[in-house]
């Protein structure tokens, strides 16, 4: 009998679902409580990362939607450069492969480094995300408590 072997549990945690509600590079505030596997929280720089990579998955695909539409199979993956990370958050490289690899071994992401050729022109060492496990967009707040309101007061 084959043991299957990965990095990460394959128990519950591997198919969790993580809510958020900011898009973009923004820390959605339901994720500051995101653990890492040795049972820390996860950086505020990895998290960072991460929400970017959520926030991008949507346009990728509806892309491979479309591309599949065309019968060619596109997977449903972010495929940027480190230059990309650095000029949006303003880190270099190492800081971002360091955080990568806390997300991976965490079990969020899975990454690995593709070559690809497009118009003629070869590209190596691209990155390519996948989301590991399912994180939904949830636009109210999670937690029960109403927010405060306050109204104009008049002068």
Known sequence: MNNIVAPFSLSESYNDTIFYDIVGHFIPPEWKN???SSGKILSKTARQILSLVVSRMPYIEDKAEEINSN??????????????????????????????VEL???GYIKVTLIN??????????????KLVKNFVFYPQ???????????????
Not at 71 to 100: A, H, V
Not at 116 to 129: D, G, V
């Open 34 to 36: 995101l653990t890492s």
């Open 116 to 129: 690809m050729t497009e118009q003629y022109t070869k590209y190596r060492n691209i990155l390519s995300i």
């Open 104 to 106: 991976e071994k965490s």
């Open 71 to 100: 019968d060619i199979s596109l997977p449903n993956e972010l495929q940027e450069t480190y230059y990309y990370f650095k000029k949006l958050l303003g880190l270099c490289q190492r800081r971002i492969r360091q955080c990568l």
């Open 141 to 155: 707040k999670i937690s029960g408590h109403p927010e405060n309101y306050f109204g104009v007061t008049p002068k």
